[in-house]
């Protein structure tokens, strides 16, 4: 069976401080894979999405910044950490074929604030 | 315009009614998918059900139900017999068409179980 596993679980920086939040996916090859940000009480924004190592797609500008170095493996990203970036951070994978359905599964999360 | 519109911020249900959380879409291709996921407070998001838009039938699974209004473009998730632990957030979402990537997210319903 396939599991997504993400940490830190939660982390405090301050502001001005590198970032780096890591995404692996077991079970499965080829996965798509996403990060999303949910701002407390508010829905999902999605930040990157990748279909292959190396292939990154942005939706929104920001500080941040993704990576893929490994087929299972994504990576979230920032040189400096901004008060804004706080909120918990979603990594999720759909099998690479996106059919009409193809339901993302999600990691656990990690939230993170900004100080 | 938005593309996915939950109306309900929040709502109380007594345990063991049934329960409706309400969700809009708009899009004008044919092929698309919609989902409801559950995110208790512990951050996960779990999947709960999938309806596709050539579905004939309202897709069910165990307690869960969607009313699939096609003509007006209306996805309502029905939960039977609520219990203490469906006390969750709710949000509905859609992918539009085949061959996409991405999924376009609702706001959410909180949704409180009351004993």
């Known amino acids: 069976s396939q599991t997504i596993h993400q940490w830190p679980a939660t982390l405090v920086q301050p502001v001005g401080s590198p970032l780096s939040l890591e995404c692996t996916v077991e079970g499965t090859s080829n996965p798509n894979l996403y990060w999303y940000r949910q701002a407390a009480g508010r829905g999902l924004q999605l930040l990157f999405y990748?279909?292959?190592?190396?292939?990154i797609s942005s939706e929104v500008p920001q500080n941040l910044s993704a990576s893929r170095p490994q087929d299972r493996q994504f990576i979230l990203s920032s040189k400096k950490l901004l008060l804004s970036d706080s909120g918990f951070y979603l990594c999720?994978?759909?099998?690479?074929?996106?059919?009409?359905?193809?339901?993302?599964?999600f990691g656990p999360g990690t939230r993170l604030t900004v100080l | 315009a938005q593309k996915i519109t939950q109306t309900q911020p929040g709502m109380f249900v007594q345990e063991k009614e049934a329960v409706t959380l309400d969700c809009t879409y708009d899009?004008?291709?044919?092929?698309?998918?919609l989902f409801w996921y559950k995110q208790p407070s512990s951050g996960e998001m779990i999947f709960l059900i999938y309806?596709?838009?050539?579905d004939q039938q309202n897709a069910t699974e165990g307690r869960y139900s969607l009313n699939f209004q096609k003509a007006r473009k209306s996805a309502n998730l029905v939960i039977s017999a609520s219990q203490l632990g469906d006390s969750a957030m709710y949000f509905c979402?859609?992918?539009?068409?085949?061959?996409?990537?991405?999924?376009?997210w609702g706001a959410g319903t909180k949704l409180i179980i009351k004993p």
């Open positions: 899009t004008s291709d044919p092929s698309y998918g």
């Open positions: 999720a994978w759909t099998p690479r074929l996106a059919g009409v359905r193809n339901e993302q599964f």
């Open positions: 309806q596709g838009s050539y």
């Open positions: 979402a859609m992918r539009e068409g085949l061959g996409n990537y991405q999924l376009i």
């Open positions: 990748s279909v292959g190592i190396g292939q």
